[in-house]
C-alpha cells in the first residue's frame, strides 16, 4: 500500500494554489445560515483557518479576487411582513387520549402563554 501523498515532494507538502473562483464558490457556502466554516472546509479538503482567512478577507474587500463572493453575503433580500389584521385567526389544536377516552382542546393562539401553564399542570 502507498502511503506517501501525492502532494509530497522531496518529503516536503507543496503548496496548493485556488482560483478566484474556487474561493468565491467556497466563500459563498459559508454565508448559508446554519453552516460553519469547518464543516464547509472538511468538505472541500482545506484547513478551517485558511478559509476563515478567505472569509474575512472577502467581508474587508481586501482582496479584489474575492469581491463576488463578498457581493453576495452582502445582498439585500426584501421580505413582506403580513398585516396582522389580514391574518387569520389561528387556535393551538391539541388531541389528549388517554386509553379509550379523547379529548379535543382548541386554545386561541393569542393566549399561548396560559395555554403552556396550563398543559404543564395537567402533565403533572
Do not use: Y
Not at 62 to 83: C, G, H, Q, S
Not at 96 to 122: C, D, N, T, Y
Amino acid at each position: 500500500m502507498d502511503t506517501i501523498r501525492s502532494d509530497l515532494r522531496d518529503g516536503r507538502q507543496r503548496r496548493r494554489r485556488h482560483s478566484d473562483e474556487f474561493k468565491s464558490q467556497v466563500v459563498a457556502e459559508c454565508s448559508r445560515p446554519g453552516v460553519s466554516i469547518a464543516a464547509v472546509a472538511l468538505h472541500h479538503g482545506l484547513n478551517a483557518n485558511l478559509l476563515r482567512r478567505w472569509v474575512t478577507q472577502a467581508g474587508s474587500g481586501a482582496d479584489e479576487p474575492l469581491r463576488a463572493a463578498r457581493t453576495a453575503l452582502e445582498a439585500f433580500v426584501p421580505v413582506a411582513i403580513e398585516n396582522h389584521a389580514e391574518v387569520a385567526v389561528c387556535n393551538i389544536d391539541v388531541e389528549i387520549k388517554r386509553g379509550p377516552m379523547s379529548v379535543k382542546i382548541q386554545w386561541p393562539m393569542s393566549a399561548a402563554a396560559e395555554f403552556g401553564a396550563w398543559l404543564r399542570e395537567l402533565l403533572r
